[in-house]
């Protein structure tokens, strides 16, 4: 199963897809994801790519495309694969085909998370990231318990460089005028299916795993 998870920043793609990953062995692949590892590391590309992600702007599409094209040849991709924060672009979008075509992998479905503006927000402003599981967790929405479990066992609870309330702005215009134009680009696919993203974890992966086709292969 081949899948595109479409949404604004904080619309639950992360979480979503690391739980489709957990429970159903589809690949993770979150360009956000591998552009953070390449910071982090000092690496050319990451040197390259900071400054834009810094500002919350897109990096520019030939590093991603790179990336992308490097990461869906690894032999882990073959059993199924979830798209996170990629494409973000119409180009991104055609060039994705391309890619998908000479690998002969094409996409099963585009999963777009719906989420009022307002709950965006809080998502973004609140997330953060145990340091010591990488579980994604916020300081609005997680069980005490769970933020808690992290603290006492010695974690910090890491906030994203570019979750400032600055850069989320200009994130979500950037996802408004270069992205949210991709939702009407699957639909005339045929591919577009949406899915409210608003509500509790469970219930959005829920509706998720019924949407891909997945509701019945649980237990
Ligand atoms: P994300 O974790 O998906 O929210 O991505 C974090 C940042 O990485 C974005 O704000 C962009 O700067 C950059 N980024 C991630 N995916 C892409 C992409 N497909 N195209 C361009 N930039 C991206």
Redesign the pocket.
């Known amino acids: 199963m081949r899948i595109v998870f479409l949404g604004a920043?904080g619309s639950g793609?992360?979480t979503q897809a690391q739980r489709l990953m957990a429970e159903h062995g589809l690949v993770q692949v979150?360009?956000?994801?591998l552009?953070?590892t390449a910071v982090a590391a000092g690496t050319d590309l990451g040197l390259r790519?900071k400054a834009?992600?810094d500002?919350?702007?897109?990096?520019?599409?030939e590093?991603?495309l790179g990336m992308?094209r490097h990461r869906l040849q690894q032999d882990d991709t073959r059993a199924g694969f979830i798209l996170?924060?990629?494409?973000?672009?119409l180009t991104?979008a055609r060039a994705l085909e391309d890619v998908l075509a000479d690998i002969s992998q094409p996409l099963d479905t585009v999963i777009l998370l719906d989420v009022d503006l307002d709950i965006l927000m809080k998502r973004l402003t609140g997330r953060r990231t145990c340091s010591l599981t990488g579980k994604l967790l916020n300081v609005y929405f997680s069980p005490q318990e769970e933020i808690d479990a992290c603290l006492e066992a010695g974690g910090e609870l890491i906030q994203?460089a570019?979750d400032n309330e600055e850069?989320i702005g200009n994130?979500l215009k950037?996802y408004r005028e270069l992205t949210e134009p991709l939702i009407d680009y699957y639909r005339d696919t045929g591919l577009l299916q949406t899915i409210d993203g608003s509500g509790d974890i469970e219930v959005v992966y829920e509706n998720l795993v019924n949407a891909v086709g997945l509701g019945g292969n649980r237990e």
């Open positions: 920043p793609k992360g979150s360009t956000g994801d552009l953070r790519a834009a992600m500002a919350g702007d897109l990096v520019s599409d590093i991603v992308i996170d924060g990629f494409p973000r672009n991104q994203r570019d850069t994130r950037v």
